[in-house]
């Protein structure tokens, strides 16, 4: 039998919908016992959305971990003097301003080391600042707790992206036919009034955020190390990013790979290093905007246009639809692609596509030639065992694909 205790719930509230996933661990095993997803628009409000997926999902769990995301979100990559954690927060408190658009005092605030050693010649260390506005947060919990959950954790989407790849793996991944012809291969604020200990191990995607004594969290643990924030709107992703971002010429030469998870308004593009964030930056182009586009294209309602996206019935009539829609995004990741090589002096050669707007027919083929690198869609979910009803477990594994970030936020039943 699996005790309460060894569960959680991993809760996406995005633009449009409410995901919710429950992991339950026995042992070293990890298995989804509850799952459930509602549109915003056809529950009422936000809230009716929440408590709508509470009730279907039947979870076991009250302990919910969930992610915030936006422009109120600031994660930083800063280059410091190498000194010791205690001391890191006293300092990047201090220098705060420095980095982040906002009034310190209105931001719940933290950081976290993402070298153990000084850096070779430099002696210096990166760290990952990340900054919430408090007003976000509180509203956050606020809704979760009205609607009976105990929110343990706030993490950030993009790095709740990076731990869903890191429980899965390459498992479920499948490659864009076009790549695999050619050969081309490669492929928180702990909210429980508690402090959330923040494992002392090498710290992966784990910005904690501090602040004072007051209704909001006393720890932010933000799952994904480092971000550049971008707006969708900026041509060089590099002005989005206020430190200079230097490489680190004693890291070894791991795997490197991009995360791109399409949601409904905004993109995630998360660049690893093995189990390490490197950059990560949000652009506002969507699934959204595709189907927009397909609705206009072929004179149909929303409905039919996100219908014919995924079916592949009018695949040639939808691509041509979105075609400009597609070269925006493609452009965007492009340009974080060739910021991130410039600074790192290292190629990106795979690209794992997730989110709801990974499901158009055909994306695959489009953007591993426009991006010239092998892009597979993977499954978040795959590698898990699953202990759901027949219909629903179908349900779970037909909307995998947009389940990355619900289930990253589930991981964190790792470190519970």
């Not at 079916?311 to 639809?321: C, D, F, M, Q, T």
Request: proline share 4%; with cysteine.
């Amino acid at each position: 039998m699996i005790s309460r205790s060894q569960r959680i719930l991993g809760l996406d509230i995005g633009s449009s919908s409410v995901k919710g996933v429950e992991l339950a661990r026995t042992g070293d095993s990890y298995t989804i016992t509850g799952y459930a997803e509602r549109e915003i628009s056809s529950a009422g409000t936000l809230k009716d959305a929440i408590a709508a997926v509470i009730r279907e999902g039947r979870f076991r769990s009250k302990q919910v971990v969930s992610s915030v995301s936006g422009r109120s979100v600031i994660v930083r990559y800063v280059n410091t003097p190498f000194m010791k954690q205690e001391e890191l927060k006293n300092s990047m408190r201090f220098e705060a301003d420095k980095y982040i658009p906002f009034d310190v005092n209105e931001v719940i605030l933290d950081c976290v080391p993402l070298d153990d050693k000084p850096i070779k010649d430099t002696g210096e260390m990166r760290v990952v600042l990340v900054a919430v506005k408090k007003e976000v947060v509180n509203e956050h919990v606020r809704v979760l707790q009205e609607v009976g959950l105990f929110p343990y954790i706030i993490d950030v989407d993009c790095f709740a992206l990076g731990n869903a790849f890191e429980m899965a793996g390459e498992a479920g991944t499948e490659a864009a036919p076009q790549a695999a012809a050619a050969g081309e291969a490669e492929a928180s604020a702990a909210l429980s009034g508690t402090v959330v200990d923040q494992p002392a191990a090498p710290p992966r995607r784990k910005p904690a955020v501090e602040e004072e004594k007051d209704n909001t969290p006393e720890e932010l643990v933000f799952s994904d190390e480092p971000s550049a924030e971008g707006d969708g709107e900026t041509a060089d992703p590099a002005a989005a990013t206020a430190p200079e971002m230097k490489a680190v010429p004693d890291t070894p030469r791991e795997k490197v790979f991009a995360l791109v998870d399409i949601g409904a308004q905004k993109t995630n593009i998360n660049i690893m290093q093995g189990n390490k964030s490197c950059f990560t930056r949000e652009v506002y182009i969507g699934g959204e905007d595709m189907t927009d586009a397909v609705s206009k294209f072929l004179g149909v309602t929303p409905e039919e246009a996100e219908k014919a996206k995924r079916s592949g019935e009018k695949e040639a009539a939808v691509l041509e639809a979105v075609t400009h829609t597609l070269d925006d995004l493609a452009n965007e990741i492009f340009l974080s692609f060739d910021y991130f090589e410039n600074q790192f002096d290292a190629e990106i050669k795979t690209v794992y596509l997730s989110g709801g707007g990974s499901r158009l027919k055909g994306i695959q083929g489009v953007l591993s030639q426009t991006l010239a690198r092998e892009v597979r869609l993977w499954d978040p979910i795959a590698g898990f065992d699953v202990s759901l009803g027949g219909a629903q477990a179908n349900t779970l594994r037909e909307n995998a694909a947009q389940l990355a970030v619900a289930v990253g936020l589930a991981s964190r039943l790792r470190k519970v």
